[in-house]
C-alpha cells in the first residue's frame, strides 16, 4: 500500500506546486514546529489536525528532495481519515488563495500557489506581496471568501 500513499502524494505535490524553500534546514524547523504543536494539541480534532500538519511537512520535505524523516508504514484503521484530511486541508487553502487571486483579477493567477492557513491576515498580505498583488485588495477579497470557503484548522 505504502508505494500507492507514495505516487498518490507525488501527484498531489505536483499540483500543488509549492515553492522549493532554502535554506534545507526549513524543512526540519517546520518539522520541529508541528510537532511541538502535536504535543500540545489537546483535543481529537486539534490533534488529527496537527498530526496532517506533522504529515504534510514530512510530506513536503521529502517531495522537495530533502527527506527529514520517514512516513509512518501505512495502516487503514489509523491513517485514512489522517491523508484525507490533510489533502483537503491544504487542498482547500491551495484553491481559496488561486480564488482569491482570480477575484483580484491578479494576471498571473495561476502562479499563485500558497497553503499557508489565510485565517489571518497578515498571512493574506505576505501571499499579496509574494506574488505583486494589490495588499488591500486581497485582503479584502481574502476576508469575503473566508466567510463562504470551507477552510479547516
Known sequence: MR???DALLRRWHRML????????SWYRDRLREELQERRTAKTP???????????FSISRARYDGFPVRK????VASRHVLLYA??????TLRWEFYRTAAILCNAPHYDLVRE???PSKDHKLDEVA?????????????????????PLLP
Request: overall charge positive.
Open 129 to 149: 506581496s509574494r506574488y505583486q498583488i494589490d495588499p488591500v485588495e486581497f485582503k479584502r477579497v481574502g476576508r469575503q471568501l473566508r466567510r463562504v470557503w
Open 71 to 74: 512516513l509512518p508504514p501505512f
Open 3 to 5: 508505494p500507492t500513499i
Open 115 to 117: 497553503v499557508v492557513n
Open 17 to 24: 506546486g509549492l515553492s522549493r524553500q532554502s535554506p534545507p
Open 45 to 55: 480534532w486539534q490533534k488529527l489536525s496537527e498530526t496532517s500538519d506533522v504529515f
Open 85 to 90: 484530511y490533510m489533502l483537503v486541508k491544504y
